[in-house]
């Protein structure tokens, strides 16, 4: 059964400024933040996933984003290192909350920045890391270590998505849907040589961060208003599209899987 870790967005806000979806003055509809939130949680409940909630803590308007705070697997927990300093704490208090749950914490050199799940993407074997807008590179040679597995680096040049989850969606072993504009050419051409089919996102469903997926067996959770040909396409490989209207949170430059800590086994 897949695992996962979201947060309430009682304090989520739009308090600074540290993507280019993120705009001073935005404000939040805290009622129809809390309607996306649980119709994307009732969803997973639906589909057969286990939710986990941490506890939300004033001062932190970003904690929604959970896939950031680190990465978990098995027994261990890597913290995450951001570069933003508004949300460094916020690892903290994962570290804690994983502490609690008898995990090994890992902490990395300071210097190495690391934005946990928002850079690390798996499909159901390999591994990837993104590099060059939130994560450094270095921190590849301590995630092999650590967690005994190969990563493919894939470098990330473009700030609107600046997390690889935002433009690189595994939806198995065999087909990805990606964000061309995201990447470099070497990227494109790795992600070509890892994946037998590639599901092109086009700008209609990158306006929507549709990348920023989550999937559990054939149901694949995204963002509310994809192209028709997106979802022809995902339907044509046998998965089940299950959009779920994410507005509130496309505000501070997240949607679906930013939402979503998975908690691997
Ligand atoms: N405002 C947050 C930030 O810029 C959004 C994080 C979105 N998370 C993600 N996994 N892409 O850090």
């Known amino acids: 059964m897949k695992k996962v870790l979201m947060c309430p967005p009682k304090y989520y806000n739009i308090e600074y400024v540290i993507n280019p979806w993120m705009k001073t003055g935005t404000k939040?509809?805290?009622?129809?933040?809390?309607?996306?939130?649980?119709l994307l949680k009732e969803n997973y409940e639906s589909s057969g996933m286990e939710v986990l909630e941490i506890e939300p803590v004033e001062g932190?308007?970003?904690?929604?984003?959970?896939?950031?705070?680190g990465y978990a697997e098995e027994d261990v927990f890597i913290?995450?290192?951001?570069?933003?300093?508004?949300?460094?704490?916020?690892?903290?208090?994962a570290v804690n909350y994983?502490?609690?749950?008898?995990?090994?914490?890992?902490v990395l050199p300071e210097e190495i920045l690391f934005e946990g799940e928002g850079d690390i993407?798996?499909?159901?074997?390999?591994?990837?890391?993104?590099?060059?807008?939130?994560?450094?590179?270095?921190?590849?040679e301590h995630l092999e270590k650590i967690l005994d597995k190969e990563f493919h680096p894939i470098e990330l040049n473009n700030p609107y998505f600046y997390h690889l989850d935002t433009c690189l969606g595994p939806l198995n072993d065999d087909t990805a849907m990606i964000n061309p504009v995201a990447f470099t050419k070497e990227g494109i051409e790795l992600i070509n040589s890892q994946f037998k089919n590639?599901?092109?996102?086009?700008?209609?469903?990158?306006n929507l961060l549709a990348c920023n997926l989550v999937v559990n067996k054939n149901d694949v959770?995204?963002?509310?208003?994809?192209?028709?040909?997106?979802?022809?396409?995902?339907?044509?490989y046998g998965f089940t599209v299950?959009?779920?209207?994410?507005?509130?949170?496309?505000k501070g430059g997240g949607s679906v899987k930013c939402l979503t800590q998975e908690i691997f086994d």
């Open 28 to 38: 939040i509809d805290r009622d129809a933040a809390y309607t996306n939130y649980s």
């Open 60 to 69: 932190f308007p970003d904690m929604i984003y959970t896939a950031n705070i």
């Open 79 to 93: 913290k995450a290192n951001f570069k933003a300093p508004e949300r460094r704490k916020e690892s903290e208090i």
């Open 98 to 106: 994983f502490e609690n749950l008898n995990y090994k914490i890992h």
């Open 121 to 140: 993407i798996r499909s159901d074997t390999k591994y990837f890391i993104g590099y060059g807008e939130r994560t450094s590179i270095k921190v590849k």
């Open 198 to 206: 590639i599901i092109i996102a086009d700008e209609q469903d990158n």
């Open 221 to 236: 959770f995204i963002g509310k208003g994809i192209s028709e040909k997106l979802k022809r396409e995902l339907e044509s």
């Open 242 to 250: 299950i959009e779920i209207n994410m507005t509130e949170f496309l």
